[in-house]
């Protein structure tokens, strides 16, 4: 029996227990297929007014670095124009505004509330955010919502603060946009 293929329209329509279901049911990303991709992120659990001060839509990004091999990845501040709109990024300094940089590591060993056992996750706290950033605090689960298909992915927003893993009840979908257009140097690094 085929299972029919969730989409972002899917998604969207979901209450927040079903979209928390598609996320405890979702499958293994095979890495390789981000490399290089970006994807735009639409918030799907957090109040309408929480989504006024910060925002619905963002992008994030995935990029191999070639001098450490790490899938690494950064967030883009997005106009707020609508997830079906071409997306255009906020600039900083002439350049796309990044933030909560990320690598993309293997969730198998790490502990995560509700007893999460995917494969991966991205882990903001080695990526070199600035010692006053939040992001620090982030290990955020992602998975395919599909299987076998990286045009859809979920994510899951998890904090670990002194070991200890808590969640907010904070799901986020990414639609795939295609390969990046910009890469941001290494926070910390000469840019």
Do not use: C
Request: proline share 10%; net charge positive.
């Amino acid at each position: 029996m085929k299972i029919a293929t969730l989409t972002l329209q899917d998604l969207l329509a979901m209450s927040h227990r079903q979209v928390a279901e598609v996320f405890f049911n979702g499958h293994p990303i095979e890495p390789g297929s981000l490399d290089g991709m970006q994807y735009r992120g639409i918030d799907l659990s957090l109040p309408p007014i929480m989504n006024r001060i910060l925002w619905k839509t963002f992008r994030k990004t995935f990029y191999r670095d070639p001098e450490t091999g790490v899938l690494r990845g950064w967030n883009v501040r997005m106009a707020q124009d609508g997830w079906d709109s071409p997306g255009t990024p906020l600039q900083k300094k002439g350049k796309p505004f990044t933030f909560g940089h990320y690598h993309l590591l293997p969730a198998k060993g790490k502990p995560f509330p509700k007893n999460w056992q995917g494969q991966d996750y991205l882990d903001y706290s080695v990526a070199g955010n600035p010692l006053f950033d939040p992001a620090r605090f982030t290990y955020s689960p992602l998975v395919a919502v599909n299987p076998g298909d990286s045009t859809l992915l979920l994510g899951w927003e998890v904090f670990r603060v002194a070991g200890i893993p808590f969640a907010i009840p904070d799901f986020w979908a990414l639609r795939h946009e295609g390969p990046i257009d910009y890469i941001a140097p290494v926070p910390g690094k000469a840019r």
